[in-house]
Nanobody
Framework: VQLQASGGGLVQAGGSLRLSCAAS????????MGWFRQAPGKERRFVAA????????VYASSVEGRFTIYRDNDRNTLILQMDSLKPEDTAAYYC???????????????????WGQGTQVTVSS
């Protein structure tokens, strides 16, 4: 599975951005999908994940209520809608795919099978 993330940019605090992740595989709908982020000098951290049938989602506590993850299996696309952005949300954001059998480990980056390149999000104060 090849993943291509896009949609990052510069936004003021309180603003919104929508990140997209386009997947190459026809089997996209069979993968659990996640978003992670990495700020300079820090570890890559879990942001959100969604199961393959769009029936369950999980978020990091730092983004819950502000970010929404969803997917369009017909278009092989994963979306992260980010609202009420804060300067601490500044990071490179990565989309990733994991086997459906690993739902219990979606918060752990080392469990993911495929990664896209990062897209930079910068939130100014």
């Amino acid at each position: 599975v090849q993943l291509q993330a896009s949609g990052g940019g510069l936004v003021q605090a309180g603003g919104s951005l929508r990140l997209s992740c386009a997947a190459s595989a026809r089997t996209f709908s069979s993968y659990v999908m996640g978003w992670f982020r990495q700020a300079p000098g820090k570890e890559r951290r879990f942001v959100a994940a969604i199961d393959y049938r769009d029936s369950a989602t999980v978020y990091a506590s730092s983004v819950e209520g502000r970010f929404t993850i969803y997917r369009d299996n017909d278009r092989n696309t994963l979306i992260l809608q980010m609202d009420s952005l804060k300067p601490e949300d500044t990071a490179a954001y990565y989309c990733a795919a994991i086997s459906t059998t690993k739902w219990l480990w979606v918060r752990y980056s080392d469990k993911y099978d495929y990664w896209g390149q990062g897209t930079q999000v910068t939130v100014s104060s």
